[in-house]
């Protein structure tokens, strides 16, 4: 029960500080010197034509008004117009939220199935060549950003390697739209068409690649402390006193306990990397939320900001509570006392 | 290239297998890189380059133009212009159809027309005043009649920029009265040389050959036109390492061109243009204000160094390029860099014999051969008694700044060029009071007699007085020095061996009308 008004509580407040966040945002964006309509139409258009476009987007009003016009139309699903695709802000997002929400998942994916093997691996091998290895590995990865790694593969690529793509999420040759979840691995394979599904995975291999070498670094790190952080305990001596074999000590008994921190810092990266894909989105060509979102700010574009934010922002109040829920699941005590541990 | 050793090669192998089957690929593919998105693809709303790209392979014109700058015919095949320069009458191509078969009817330019007014974004600020509804009628299937307000000599260079939409396609996915702005922004209605193959907004657009398109084809016509944005210098390179890219963006870097022509495969195409790139000079601040300041920033302007060093160009004699050649003025002498004239200059100044004299020089900022110059400008105006504050500025700040004559900088570095083939797209947008508080008006010049000749060489349809009267603004803008001419842009292409047929056009993207290029080898 304490639980579930835990979890109802920071529900509660995640909508006020959504709120808060637009507000923010409203008068940053509003902030940024240049006048939208003119960048829009460009410097030829005449007075009169920046003036009526000022008009159509309701930028001659008091900005109070415009905040309260723009709550309005979020309440009804509409986010109002991109000045720069002269369509729907929702009808971008929903085009360009899947390309980044694919990047972002398979990340994700890559850095549990690299950091968590890693981080268990290395703590059994602490002070052994792996561990030594991996802790290296990791380093490179953390120091290294994510953009120079980026043009560093895409460079070495292009140069060396043939039958991997250096950009976008699709061969031009396929003439496919992933126009039923907007992910085209998934559409792919929805509509059968396995050579979609292995040209869009050949095309997320580079920037998944970097976009995820930090975060593996990260996550090897993490785990090979906290694996040997339990180890150490008095039951896992018993454990392995009382002759349980190695590998029902660490996947049965060590496990569990050693993901928490794994999977705060899973949650926390998976929130904050659809933002930080822009720059990944940008090298590759990605077409995704993020570099549309970057896009939108230096164009003065106010409702495709707003938008891009509050979607940002939803998504990260979702995974916190996902991962909130997961730690309960895999921490008794959490559920049972109401609080993360 | 090969993968250079087993491992990489059975990566690629393990990779090639998860390609199960592989469309047929077309034959005359070009792909070149864009630094910035498509934002629409809607000809009545087009604004920069990419947009104008866009409209000039989807649709067509009534006319276009060519490498001189000459209006050539297209949709239509003959015109006639009344006596007084107010009527034109132009006598449609029979047999033009759209992409989707429908043949192109005079109604169709009348919709278009209508359109392109009504929702008054685009080139639409070309025909204000000029055009009103209907304005332009269908005086049968093949004949469309347009009937201006007022003397316009121009008209005929603007009316490349109205493109042509299918009308029944449009109407029949309006939605609450839109013109069909939300389907056009995502449809070719046109009958251009290319249709709509695939659109990824902020990644690629493709377009693909239009079989029946009324121009015809030649051989070795280009099949597909790949757009790919990409504008970090490395993603370019790595695109051209692979095999994928055909032709670069203009606007690479020196390095980046060097880097591609040492692959075999490109070819460095340099062309002059109409674009000039300017110290655009504030007229009503001090101390840009005083006439022998301007003079003496000119004369301390070392033109051969920025030329040779810094950027590439062409020298710049005055306010409008030689690409104008009926209207350019012969006489005007190249601008020198000689520091004693600068100073001579400047003892007939009120500044005269002072020192610390502020001033100001914006420039778009991250930019780097902008910078260099800015830095240049700095080293060379202290000598003269000045303390320069350079502004580094975003662009958007920079257009807002050029927004009040008190926020304009002193000096400011802008390139411009025409978006429509005559001097007046060079003067009006430049120079004419009406048009002020724009990045490209930062002179603020506010001369009644530089407006009325602008006034005066469009209401004339006599071709010998316009290029009396355009020679004539041009040695009244030199002799007022409004600006700094620091060269005639020279754009630049990395081009793949076997593609050929770029040439500059002075109209807004024209010259990526890729049904003008060809590709010359054949395997």
Redesign the interface.
């Known amino acids: 029960m304490a639980y579930s008004s835990m979890l109802l509580r920071r529900l509660g407040w995640s909508v006020v500080v959504l709120l808060g966040l637009t507000v923010v945002v409203f008068v940053i964006a509003r902030m ?4 939208p309509a ?12 920046v003036n ?2 000022r008009s159509e987007m309701g930028l001659d009003q008091p900005l109070p008004v415009q905040y309260l016009r723009f709550m309005g139309g979020l309440l009804r699903g509409d986010l109002g117009n991109s000045l ?4 729907p802000v929702v009808n ?1 997002l929903r ?2 939220f899947p390309a980044t929400l694919e990047l972002v998942l398979l990340t994700v994916l890559l850095m549990a199935v690299t950091g968590v093997p890693f981080g268990i691996l290395a703590a059994r091998n602490k002070d052994g060549w792996f561990d030594n290895f991996a802790r290296l590995a990791s380093l490179l990865g953390v120091v290294t950003p994510a953009f120079f790694l980026a ?1 560093l593969l ?2 070495l ?14 061969s ?4 496919f ?1 992933a126009d039923q979840t907007g992910f085209m691995i998934l559409d792919g394979l929805l509509a059968g ?3 979609v ?3 869009a ?2 095309h997320l291999l580079l920037p998944t690649i970097a976009l995820a070498a930090a975060s593996i670094g990260q996550i090897t790190r993490i785990t090979r402390s906290s694996v040997l952080d339990v180890s150490r305990k008095d039951y896992v001596e018993a454990e392995r006193a009382f002759g349980l074999p190695d590998w029902v000590v660490t996947f049965k008994y060590l496990l569990r306990p050693s993901a928490i921190p794994t999977v705060t810092i899973l949650g926390l990266e998976f929130a904050s990397l659809l933002g930080n894909a822009f720059l990944i989105e ?7 939320m993020a ?2 979102g970057v ?1 939108a700010i ?3 574009d106010f409702n495709a900001v707003m938008g891009t934010v509050l979607v940002s922002g939803v998504f990260f109040v979702a995974v916190n509570l996902v991962v909130d829920l997961v730690l309960g699941f895999i921490d008794p005590r959490i559920r049972l006392r109401g609080a993360p541990a | 290239m090969r993968p250079r050793n087993v491992y990489v090669r059975s990566l690629a192998l393990a990779l090639a297998v998860l390609t199960l089957f592989s469309a047929a690929a077309a034959q005359n593919v070009v792909t070149l890189n864009a630094v910035q998105i498509f934002g629409t693809i809607d000809p009545a709303i087009a604004s920069d380059y990419t947009d104008y790209m866009a409209a000039v392979n989807l649709y067509d014109g009534l006319v276009s133009v060519d490498e001189n700058g000459a209006t050539v015919p297209l949709l239509a095949e003959s015109w006639e212009i009344s006596d007084d320069a107010t009527v034109f009458t132009f006598n449609l191509k029979e047999g033009a159809t759209f992409q989707d078969g429908s043949e192109v009817l005079a109604s169709d330019v009348v919709y278009s027309v209508e359109r392109l007014l009504a929702i008054g974004q685009g080139p639409s600020y070309l025909f204000q005043g000029v055009l009103e509804a209907g304005s332009v009628v269908a005086l049968d299937d093949h004949t469309v009649q347009f009937t201006l307000s007022q003397v316009f000599s121009p008209f005929l260079s603007t009316v490349p920029l109205i493109f042509v939409v299918n009308e029944d396609a449009v109407r029949a996915n309006e939605v609450n009265g839109d013109w069909g702005r939300a389907y056009v922004g995502d449809n070719s209605v046109g009958s251009g040389p290319y249709s709509l193959a695939s659109w990824e907004r902020g990644s690629r657009i493709v377009f693909q050959r239009y079989e029946q398109w009324h121009g015809g084809w030649h051989e070795g016509a280009i099949d597909e036109v790949r757009v790919i944005i990409a504008n970090d210098e490395a993603t370019v390179r790595a695109l051209a390492a692979s095999g994928e890219l055909t032709m670069t963006s203009q606007f690479q870097s020196p390095e980046t061109y060097d880097a591609l022509t040492r692959m075999d495969r490109f070819r460095l195409v340099s062309v002059p243009t109409g674009t000039g790139f300017y110290y655009k000079l504030n007229t009503q601040v001090a101390p840009t204000d005083d006439v022998h300041v301007r003079r003496a920033i000119a004369y301390a302007t070392d033109y051969e160094t920025i030329r040779e060093f810094i950027f590439p160009g062409e020298p710049l004699a005055g306010p409008l390029p030689s690409v104008f050649a009926d209207q350019y003025l012969d006489e005007l002498e190249l601008p020198v860099y000689d520091l004693e004239l600068a100073a001579a200059e400047m003892a007939q100044s009120r500044y005269a014999g002072q020192t610390n004299i502020p001033i100001t020089h914006a420039y778009v900022a991250d930019t780097a051969f902008e910078e260099d110059i800015a830095l240049m400008f700095q080293a060379t105006m202290e000598t003269l008694g000045f303390t320069v504050t350079l502004q580094p500025e975003p662009w958007n700040r920079l257009t807002e700044l050029a927004t009040s004559v008190d926020t304009t900088p002193n000096v400011t570095q802008v390139f411009f060029g025409p978006t429509y083939a005559s001097p007046d797209s060079m003067f009006y947008t430049q120079y004419h009071s009406d048009a002020a508080g724009t990045w490209a008006s930062m002179e603020w010049l506010q001369d009644p007699e530089i407006d009325a000749l602008i006034d005066a060489a469009r209401s004339t349809g006599d071709v010998e007085e316009q290029n009396r009267i355009y020679k004539e603004i041009q040695r009244q803008l030199v002799d007022d020095q409004v600006g700094v001419f620091l060269l005639v842009q020279t754009v630049q292409h990395a081009m793949d061996v076997c593609l050929d047929g770029f040439s500059y056009v002075p109209v807004q993207s024209f010259d990526y009308d890729f049904s003008r290029y060809t590709w010359t080898c054949r395997e």
């Open positions: 940024v010197p240049g006048d003119r960048m829009a139409l460009g410097p030829t258009a005449s007075a009169e034509q009526q476009l720069l695709t002269r369509r971008d085009q360009t043009l895409q460079l690529v292009g140069y060396n390697v043939a039958g991997i793509p250096v950009l976008g999420r699709l031009a040759d396929l003439r739209t068409r396995m050579d599904v292995g040209d995975f050949r940008m090298v590759f060509s990605l077409p995704g570099s549309y896009r230096l164009q003065n």
